[in-house]
Every structure is written in structure tokens, then in C-alpha cells.
């Protein structure tokens, strides 16, 4: 099964969860900061659809600035589109992604749906249900591919990462992180509010590198 395969599958998981969401659920802050879980699912559609020149063109009104640009996109769809219908599109772009979600390679794009699925469900207290290998994939490529986006490759050098519910390991020398996959993904995608969860020496020395919390988180 090719990644993108596995992205198809895993949205589709996704969107089935995020249809239980309530009213009150969408409108809650995510982890990402400033946004809440409704411009999350509007991050995620405008990855997989907006035409180029849109994304150009919102990056120079922010001189140059590509966080700033994503939240422009992200919260005026989040304005004009409810969750219901944003998760129609985003089922239908899924299957066939339109703009620069032809563009993006699939690994990155696997690894930024599901730290955004888990930044909706750690912030409403809902325990993912993320198949471990679709979660091992994205680890994979969080410690393996730089990403302009996420600081995951930076944030994982040195140290000794387990996975305590997986067979997953990541270094051979350094301090110890453990905790399970989707804590992993989500604590080197930059989010300090899963680091609670982690345990190991090596957790002061990854609180140490975490930024402030991003917009657009990866």
C-alpha cells in the first residue's frame, strides 16, 4: 500500500471520528495556538486544495511570512464554511487533492493530518484510536525528514526515543523519551502540552528545544 493509500485510510478514520464531534468540541482551542478545532479541519482542507498562486499571494501580503499567510487561509475558511461541510470537502479532497496538495509529498502530508487529528483530540481529552502503523509512519519521517514546517528532525537528535505501546525505537545513544506513539508524534511536532505524559531523562532536554507553540503546528 502506497503512503498516499494510507493518508486515504486514515482520513477517512478521521472524518469518521470528527463527525461525533459536538458544536461545542469544534468551537474548543485545539493544540495549535489561536486556533480552535473548526480551524484546525480548515487547515487541513486548505492544505489539500488552495491553488498555488492563492497560497503565493497570502504569503507576500505577510511579507514573506508562511505561518502568518497559513492562518489567514486556515480562519477566513473556518469563517465561511461550517464543520459539516468542511468535512465533506475534506473527504472529497482526500481522495483527490486539488492545489498544492498534489504537490506536497505524501509522507509530510501523512505526519501534518495526523498531529492535527491529535491536536483536536489531546485538547478535548479524547484518546486517539490511530492504528500504530500509521502512527510508526509518521514517527518514521518526523526523525528521518527535515521538515520546514515542523521542527520534529531537530527536536529528536540525540536522544533515545520508545514508544511504550508500539515496538518503535529511534537512537542508539542519548537520554531516554518514552510514551506512546501518538504522544511522541505529537511532543516533537512542538507540543508542549502532551510533554506531561512523556517520561526519561531525556524529557528536560526535549522541553528545552520545544518553541512556543506554532499556529500551524505542521
Not at 505561518?67 to 473527504?91: G, I, S
Not at 506512546?180 to 528545544?209: F, I, Q, T
Request: proline residues 7%; glycine residues 10%.
Amino acid at each position: 500500500m502506497s503512503v498516499r493509500d494510507v493518508m486515504r485510510e486514515s482520513d477517512e478514520r478521521f472524518r469518521g471520528v470528527a463527525c461525533g464531534f459536538s458544536a461545542d468540541d469544534w468551537s474548543s482551542p485545539s493544540l495549535c495556538e489561536r486556533w480552535t478545532n473548526h480551524q484546525v479541519l480548515a487547515h487541513l482542507v486548505v492544505g489539500i486544495s488552495a491553488p498555488l498562486h492563492s497560497v503565493g499571494g497570502a504569503v507576500l501580503r505577510h511579507r514573506g511570512t508562511f505561518d502568518d499567510a497559513n492562518a489567514e487561509m486556515a480562519t477566513a475558511l473556518a469563517a465561511a464554511r461550517p464543520p459539516a461541510e468542511l468535512l465533506d470537502d475534506f473527504e472529497r479532497l482526500s481522495r483527490e487533492p486539488r492545489g498544492i496538495g498534489r504537490y506536497f509529498p505524501p509522507r509530510l502530508l501523512l505526519g501534518d493530518h495526523v498531529t492535527h487529528e491529535l491536536d483536536m483530540l489531546f485538547a478535548l481529552d479524547v484518546e486517539p484510536q490511530i492504528p500504530s502503523e500509521v502512527l510508526v509512519a509518521v514517527l518514521n519521517t518526523q526523525v528521518a525528514v527535515p521538515n520546514p514546517f515542523v521542527p520534529a528532525f531537530g527536536n529528536a537528535r540525540g536522544l533515545r526515543l520508545r514508544a511504550t505501546d508500539t515496538a518503535w525505537r529511534h537512537g542508539e545513544r542519548g537520554p531516554v523519551v518514552d510514551g506512546r506513539a501518538a504522544e511522541l508524534v505529537s511532543v516533537l511536532g512542538n507540543r508542549r502540552k502532551v510533554l506531561p505524559r512523556l517520561g526519561g531523562d531525556g524529557v528536560a532536554v526535549l522541553e528545552a528545544r520545544l518553541s512556543l507553540p506554532t499556529r500551524t503546528g505542521g
